[in-house]
C-alpha cells in the first residue's frame, strides 16, 4: 500500500488508513468516526476541503434506510457553475476517486420524483468526468461514481458542476492511493470512469469492498441477480496464485477463488453492458478487462474465444489452473456504449466457457491542462491576503476555459502547456491593506488592474520584465515609488498609472495627472503646445515623405491632419505614420466591410494586430467613432476582442485590435473546405460568443448592445475560442432609455422582425441575431438561402423539421458526428431566439446558462460511466444491500438503466 506524507496540508488534519480519505460531506461535527459497516475506516467532515455550499440532512423517514453514516448528510452547492473539492495527493501518484450520492429528500422538494431533469457533472481536475442524473430517481437510492486518475500535482480536484437542472449536491467523497503499476493504460493524459465491475460465483454481500479488497474497490455481484439452471457457480478454497505480469489489477485472491460457467449442455456465454438512454452509445469508448482462474478440481479441457459484438478479442484463451489470469488489450478503448461481450466455446474444449470477475472502463481523455502551479499558488495567495470570498473563484484559475476564474485573462496559445495568467482585473473589489508581493512573481503578467480600492502603504518593487501596465490609481498608497517601476515607467516600457493616491501630492508626473483637470498653467500650455506642435509639423513635413492615399497611388502629407487634442482614454494613440509602419504600408489586407478595410499589422514587439481603417468617404459622417473609441476602451473580457489603440487623423480614423489568425466563424463554417468544425467545436465556439454578448448586455455599465452580431463577427484565435468584434455599430444605453435605440443597424437576415414594426432595437435584438448564427452553426448554411428558392434560414429549418427528421437540417461536414440530445437541445435554443416576439425570446445570461448544459453533454458523455443496479434485483436484496446505484435513466422497469446481463445461447 502506499502511505502518503500528508503533513504539509496543516491545519487540516487528514484521517487515513493506508493512505484513505473518507470525506462525510456535509458532516458538522469535528469529530471523526468509524462507520458501524466499515469498523476499519474512519470518515471525517469535508470542511476545510471545499469553500461554500449549505450542509444538510437528508429526511428523517429517510435516516432509517441510509446504507452507511456518511449517507445521512449531504453538502448542496446552490450558488456558482463550478464548486470545487481539493484533496490532497502525491503528484504522479495513482489514485481511484469515488464521489457518492443519496438525495434522500433533503430539501423536502421531492425533485428526484417530480418529473422534472435532475441532473448536473462532475469534474476530476480541470477535465469532464461523469454526469449524475438522479432523474425519476428513488430518493434512498445512492448513485456512486469512481474515476481512476494520476493526481497533477500535491492535490486532485473534484468539482460540481451546475447545469441548470437540478442543485449539485454529494454525500461522500473517498480518495484510494493505487499502486503505480496498476491500470497501466491510466496516464497524465488518460484517466478512466467506473462502468461496471463484477464479480462471480456465490457471494455473501451485494458489494465486496475492503478489507477483502486492500484498494476499496467496489466488486458487484453477479449471482444477486441469477442464480438459475444453466448458471453454474463454482468455487474453491485452493490458493490461486497471481504471477508477477499479472498483477496490473490486484484483483482478490477471495474473488478469483469463485467462478460461474453454464451446464456442459450450452457453448456460449453472454455479457451484455448498456447505459442509459439519454447517452449516445457511438460516442462512448469502454474498455473491457476480463479475469480468469481455473478453479475446477478435475482435469480441465476448457477453451473459448471473447468477442466483442461480433469482433474478435481474444481467441483460443484457455484459463490457467489455479493461476489468474487478467486479459485486456492495452490502451484498446471501443466505441461501443450497448456492448455485448461473449465468450464461445471452441470446437477442441470439452467445458464450456467461465468466468471469474469482469471490469469496464469509459475513457476519459485529460485534454485540459492546469494553469501554471506558480501561477495558481500565487493567486490563493492573493485570495487569501484580501480576503476574497466574495469572488467565485473556485476550481482551477484558467482551466477549463468556461469556467476561468472572473478578472483574470489567461494565455491559451501554447498547444500542450500549462495556461499563464497575463491580465488580472481586481478594479473596484473592496480591496484593503499593503499590496501583496505575490503579483511579483507571476512571470507572465503583463496587466495589473488594482484601481479603485483601499489599497494603503507603499509601492512595491514589481520587477516583472513582462508587466506592460500597472494600474494602481484611486487608492490610498504612499509611496515612495521604487525606482525600478519609474525607469520602465520612463523608458516607455511599463503604462503606470498613480493619479488618485496622496504619493501624486508629493510628485508630478505623467503618471499622477488627472486628464479630467485643467492645472494653473493651463494658460502658459495654451500657448506653448501650439507652438511647439507647429515646429513639429513643420520638421515631419521636411523629413517624412507623402503618405500613400488608398489604392489611388497619389501621395499627401497625412501627418498635418494629426488631432492635436487626445482622447481621455486609457489606450494607445496612433499616428498615421505608426499605422504605414506596423502595417508594412498597408501591404495586406484581410478584410473588407461597410465600415472600411481591415490591415494586418505587426506591433514593434512583435504582436499581431488587426488596423481597421474607415473609408475617408465616411470620415466626414463619423460623428460617433471617438465615443464609441471611448466606450470601447473600457470594455474587457475573454470573448471580446481587445481595442489595442485608435488613430485620430482628420483624414484616417482606425481602429487597433488584436489579431486573430482563424479568421472568422463565416469563413470556416462555409468556405473552408480544408478545415471542418467538428460539433464540439462548434458548441465551444457558440458558447464563447453568447458569453461575450452576456457581457456587454448584463456587465457593462451601462449596457452595450452590439446590434450587428453575425457569424462574420465572431472572430477565432489560434485556440478557436470565439471572440466577438466590429464594435462599429455598437451603443451604451443608460437604463432611462431602457436599453433602446432608434438608430438602424444590423445585416439583411441577422436583423430582428421586430425593429420592421417597432423602429427599436433592444438587447433582445442581438438576442435574435445570435438565434441566426446559432442556426448557422448547426446547418453550415447562410441566414438567407437563394437556391432554388429564398428562404430565411429559420423558416427553412421549421419547414425542414416539419417534413422530416431533425437531422436533415445539420451541416454535412460534420459526418453525423454528434450527439442528438445535444442537436435536438442547440435547436431548441436557436428557435427561441429568433422568435418574432422580443418577450419570448430568452435572455443572453439564460443562453449561457443552456449552452453550457449542452455543452458537458458533447464533452463529458463520451465518458458517461454511471453505475446500474441489477434488473432483477428485488427489495429483498436491497434491503441486504443498502447502498443502491442507479442508473442514467433510473427507470428499472425500462432499458435506461444501464445494466449487466449474462445470456446463455444454446451451442447446439
Known sequence: MIILNLKHMKPIHILRYAGFISLDCGYRNTTPYNDSKIKEIQHQSDAGFVEGGLTHQIAAESMPGAPYESQKTLRSFPNGSRNCYTLPSAAGKKFLVRALFTYGDYDGLNRTMDGSLFRFGLHIGVNFWDTVNLTNSDPLSTVWKEVLTIAPGDSVSVCLINFGSGTPFVSALELRPLLDAMYPFVNTSVSVGYFTRLRFGEATDFVTRYPVDPYDQFWEAWSFASNTYPWINVSTSNQVEILP????????????????????????????????????????????????????????????????????????????????????????????????????????????????????????????????????????????????????????????????????????????????????????????????????????????????????????????????????????????????????????????????????????????????????????????????????????????????????????????????????????????????????????????????????????????????????????????????????????????????????????????????????????????????????????????????????????????VHRDVKTANILLDRNLVGIIADFGLSRAFSDAHTHISTVAAGTLGYLDPEYHATFQLTIKTDVYSFGIVLLEIITGKPPILMDPHTYHLPNWVRQKIAKGSIQDIVDKRLLDQYDPSSLKGVVDLAMKCVESAAIDRPSMTEVVSRLKVLLPTTLGEKQCASASSMKSMNDEMRRQFHLLISGEGNDESSSSSRMTELTPLSGR
Open 245 to 704: 505480469g499479472d498483477d496490473y489489477f490486484n484483483v482478490p485472491v477471495a474473488i478469483f477463488q469463485k467462478a460461474t460457467t453454464l451446464d456442459t449442455n450450452y457453448s456460449i456465454m453472454s455479457l451484455n453492458v448498456a447505459q442509459g438512454q439519454n447517452l449516445d452509445p457511438e460516442s462512448v469508448r469502454l474498455l473491457p478487462i476480463f479475469h480468469f482462474a481455473e478453479i475446477n478440481d478435475n482435469n480441465p479441457n476448457r477453451s473459448f474465444d471473447i468477442y466483442n459484438s461480433g469482433d474478435v478479442l481474444h481467441r483460443g484463451f484457455s484459463p490457467s489452473r489455479l493461476q489468474a489470469n487478467s486479459l485486456y488489450d492495452s490502451g484498446q478503448f471501443l466505441y461501443n456504449g450497448n456492448a455485448e461481450y461473449t465468450l464461445n466455446k471452441t470446437r477442441s474444449s470439452r467445458l464450456p466457457p467461465l468466468i471469474n470477475a469482469f471490469e469496464v472502463y469509459s475513457l476519459i481523455r485529460m485534454e485540459n491542462f492546469t494553469t501554471e502551479p506558480e501561477d495558481v499558488n500565487y493567486m490563493k495567495e492573493v485570495k487569501k491576503h484580501y480576503n476574497l470570498a466574495q469572488i467565485n473563484w473556485n476550481g482551477d484559475p484558467c482551466s477549463p476555459r468556461e469556467y476561468s476564474w472572473e478578472g483574470l485573462t489567461c494565455d491559451y496559445s501554447k498547444r500542450k502547456q500549462n495556461p499563464r495568467i497575463v491580465a488580472i482585473d481586481l478594479s473596484t473589489s473592496g480591496l484593503k491593506g499593503g499590496l501583496v508581493i505575490s503579483f511579483m512573481n507571476m512571470a507572465s503578467l503583463e496587466n495589473l488592474d488594482l484601481s479603485h480600492n483601499n489599497l494603503t502603504g507603499p509601492i512595491p518593487d514589481y520587477q516583472i520584465k513582462s508587466l506592460k501596465v500597472l494600474d494602481l490609481s484611486y487608492n490610498q498608497l504612499d509611496g515612495p515609488i521604487p525606482n525600478s517601476i519609474l525607469q520602465r515607467s520612463q523608458a516607455g516600457l511599463l503604462d503606470l498609472r498613480l493619479e488618485g493616491n496622496p504619493v501624486c501630492s508629493k510628485v508630478k508626473d505623467t503618471y499622477c495627472s488627472n486628464k479630467k483637470k485643467k492645472t494653473t498653467s493651463t494658460v502658459v500650455i495654451a500657448v506653448i503646445v501650439p507652438v511647439v506642435l507647429v515646429s513639429l509639423l513643420v520638421v515631419m513635413c521636411i523629413l517624412w515623405k507623402l503618405c500613400w492615399k488608398g489604392k489611388s497611388g497619389d501621395n499627401e502629407n497625412y501627418a498635418m491632419y494629426e488631432e492635436e487634442t487626445p482622447l481621455h482614454i486609457d489606450i494607445r494613440r496612433f499616428t498615421y505614420a505608426d499605422l504605414k509602419y506596423i502595417t508594412n504600408d498597408f501591404h495586406s489586407i484581410v478584410g473588407k466591410g461597410g465600415f472600411g478595410t481591415v490591415y494586418h499589422g505587426t506591433m514593434e514587439n512583435g504582436d499581431e494586430v488587426a488596423v481597421k481603417v474607415l473609408m475617408e468617404t465616411s470620415i466626414a459622417e463619423s460623428t460617433d467613432f471617438l465615443p464609441e473609441v471611448q466606450t470601447l476602451s473600457k470594455v474587457h473580457h475573454k470573448n471580446l476582442v481587445t481595442l489595442q489603440g485608435y488613430c485620430q487623423n482628420k483624414k484616417c480614423l482606425a481602429l487597433v485590435y488584436d489579431f486573430m489568425p482563424k479568421g472568422n466563424l463565416q469563413q470556416l463554417l462555409r468556405e473552408g473546405d480544408e478545415y471542418s468544425l467538428n460539433w464540439e467545436q462548434r458548441l465551444h465556439i457558440a458558447l464563447d460568443s453568447a458569453q461575450g454578448l452576456e457581457y456587454l448586455h448584463e456587465s457593462c455599465t451601462p449596457s452595450i
